[in-house]
C-alpha cells in the first residue's frame, strides 16, 4: 500500500453529487397525496422530506420525485403541471344503494378506469383501420319495458340464456357468456387487480363493474374480486346500459326504490329477466324461500340467492321475505336483531335494500 502523504499527495473528501433538483408547486404535491386517498400528515411520517418540499426549504432530486411518483400511482408528468391533473373518470355514476352516500371513486378505479379507455381507444383505432362491422347490439331507451327487451335479447339466441340449455357450473357458464358477447363486437375484461399490479387489488364493496359505450367498441369490465354468480350478473346487468348507449359505473345493488336511478333500475331489471326469466322460475319454484331451495334456484340459474328473492318478489313466485346477515365484530351495527340470534349479535335487514351480504364481514344466518 501506498502512503500518499509520504509523497505529498493531498487527500481531498470527495462527495457525490444528489443530482439536478427540480421545483415542483406544493399544490402539485399536496394534490398527489390526495389523489391517493392518503393524509397528508401520513404522507409526510412516510416521507419526511415531503414537509422540505411544501414548505419550500428544499426541492426534490428527479430520482426523488421518481419514488414520490410510484408511491402515490401519479403520472410522473404530471408533477411538473402548474395545476392538477383533471383525472376525472368521466362515466355516471350508478352506484346508489337506497339512500346511503356513495364515496368518490377511488385511486384504483380511476386508474382502471383510464386503462380500459386506453385499451378501448386502440381497439377503436384499428376495428376502423381494419374496416370492422359495427357491434351488432339494439338500442332502447328507459321509455321501454326492461322485461320485454331482456325478453327479446333472450329469445334472439345472440347469448346462451336458455336456463334449460345453460352451460354449468359458473364458471363454465360465465366464459360462455363472455364469448357470445365478444362475438357481438362487445370488449370484455375481468380482473381483481389494476392492470398487473397485484398488490393493487380492486374492492368488490366500492363497484361490481363498469360499461364504456361506444359505437365501434363498446366496453364491459367485471371486477374480479367479486364472486362469480355475481359476475354473471354484473355482465348482464353492464349489457343493459350498453343497450341504453350509456356508459355506467355500477354498484350491483339490486334495489328499485327511489334511491337508485332510473338508469340503474333499467339495468337491473334487465338482467334478471335475461337471467331468471319469470315463467321459467314460476314453473321451477314452489314458492319456498328456505335457504335449501334458494341454493338450488341459484345453482340452476347461475344467480346469486338475493337475485332469486328479488325476482320472486316481482313475478310473485314467492312470499316477501327478510333475510338475516350476521354483523361481524367491530363493523357498525345496522337493522334490528335477528330473533333467533338476539344473543349473538346477528341482525336483520330487508333483502331488497341490502348490499351487506356481499361483503366479507357478514353473511346470512337463516
Known amino acids: 500500500m501506498i502512503d500518499g502523504s509520504a509523497h505529498g499527495i493531498e487527500h481531498e473528501e470527495v462527495t457525490v453529487a444528489a443530482g439536478p433538483r427540480v421545483t415542483v408547486a406544493p399544490g402539485i404535491l399536496e394534490w398527489a397525496v390526495t389523489r391517493a386517498g392518503i393524509q397528508l400528515h401520513d404522507a409526510i411520517n412516510e416521507y419526511p422530506k415531503l414537509k422540505d418540499w411544501l414548505d419550500g426549504h428544499r426541492q426534490p432530486t428527479i430520482r426523488q420525485l421518481e419514488d414520490f411518483a410510484r408511491r402515490f400511482h401519479v403520472p410522473f408528468g404530471a408533477l411538473f403541471l402548474d395545476e392538477p391533473l383533471d383525472d376525472d373518470p368521466g362515466i355516471p355514476d350508478m352506484r346508489t344503494p337506497g339512500s346511503t352516500p356513495v364515496a368518490a371513486p377511488s385511486l384504483d378505479l380511476r386508474d382502471t378506469i383510464t386503462l380500459c379507455r386506453q385499451r378501448q381507444s386502440w381497439y377503436e383505432e384499428y376495428a376502423t383501420t381494419q374496416g370492422h362491422a359495427l357491434p351488432d347490439i339494439p338500442r332502447h331507451t328507459t321509455d321501454d319495458d326492461p322485461v320485454e327487451a331482456a325478453e327479446k335479447f333472450r329469445l334472439s339466441g345472440r347469448l346462451p340464456l336458455d336456463p334449460e340449455q345453460r352451460a354449468r357450473p359458473v364458471g363454465r357458464f360465465r366464459s360462455e357468456l363472455i364469448r357470445a358477447l365478444q362475438d357481438l363486437g362487445i370488449l370484455v375484461m375481468i380482473s381483481g387487480v389494476v392492470g398487473n399490479n397485484s398488490r393493487r387489488p380492486l374492492s368488490k364493496d366500492e363497484f361490481r363493474g363498469f360499461a364504456l359505450s361506444s359505437t365501434m367498441a363498446p366496453l364491459i369490465f367485471v371486477n374480479g374480486k367479486d364472486t362469480r354468480n355475481a359476475q354473471v350478473f354484473t355482465l348482464l346487468n353492464e349489457l343493459g346500459a350498453l343497450l341504453l348507449g350509456h356508459s355506467a359505473l355500477s354498484g350491483g345493488d339490486l334495489a328499485t326504490d327511489k334511491g337508485v336511478l332510473p338508469e340503474e333500475q333499467w339495468c337491473n331489471a334487465f338482467a334478471a329477466q335475461c337471467l331468471v326469466p319469470g315463467e321459467s322460475l314460476r314453473s321451477h319454484s314452489d314458492g319456498s324461500t328456505a335457504s335449501g331451495e334458494l341454493d338450488a334456484l341459484s345453482s340452476y340459474y347461475c344467480v346469486s340467492s338475493l337475485v332469486i328473492l328479488i325476482k320472486s318478489e316481482a313475478t310473485g313466485s314467492g312470499k316477501p321475505r ?45
Open 322 to 366: 327478510r333475510v338475516f346477515f350476521c354483523v361481524a365484530a367491530g363493523s357498525p351495527p345496522s337493522g334490528r336483531k335477528c330473533p333467533k340470534h338476539a344473543v349473538t349479535g346477528w341482525r336483520q335487514r330487508d333483502c331488497r335494500h341490502d348490499t351487506a351480504a356481499r361483503t366479507p364481514f357478514r353473511q346470512r344466518c337463516c
